[in-house]
């Protein structure tokens, strides 16, 4: 079974930088598409980006465009999420998850880490 770690979560104030950091636990990460997922308080878990197995398409939400860049080390098991100019609304717990069922713009994955908060101050 995929076990998926998030780090790289914090406390920055806008305009900053953070990149978080997906780490698989199996052999098979490199078979699956991946996505970033947030979901803030009161709201429900929301599409943000996703990378193909190979990393040759990505896919963003539009409030993210243009600021966050999605990517993967397959030789590393692991999935980046670098985050600049950011906004407090921002403010969530994003999840990666591997293995989508179907397309990969969705939130319907089979596997999922457990969250790393990210809080953006004004």
């Known amino acids: 079974q995929v076990q998926l770690v998030e780090s790289g979560g914090g406390l920055v104030q806008a305009g900053d930088s953070l990149r978080l950091s997906c780490a698989a636990s199996?052999?098979?990460?490199?078979?699956?598409?991946l996505g970033w997922f947030r979901q803030a308080p009161g709201k429900e878990r929301e599409f943000v980006s996703g990378?193909?197995?190979?990393?040759?398409?990505?896919y963003y939400a539009d409030f993210v465009k243009g600021r966050f860049t999605i990517s993967r080390d397959n030789a590393k098991n692991t999935a980046y999420l670098q985050m600049n100019s950011l906004k407090p609304e921002d403010t969530a717990v994003y999840y990666c998850?591997?293995?989508?069922?179907?397309?990969?713009?969705?939130?319907?994955?089979?596997?999922w880490g457990r969250g790393t908060q990210v809080t953006v101050s004004s």
């Open positions: 998850a591997e293995d989508p069922e179907g397309d990969i713009v969705t939130t319907k994955y089979h596997y």
């Open positions: 199996t052999r098979t990460f490199s078979n699956y598409a």
């Open positions: 990378i193909t197995w190979s990393g040759s398409n990505t």
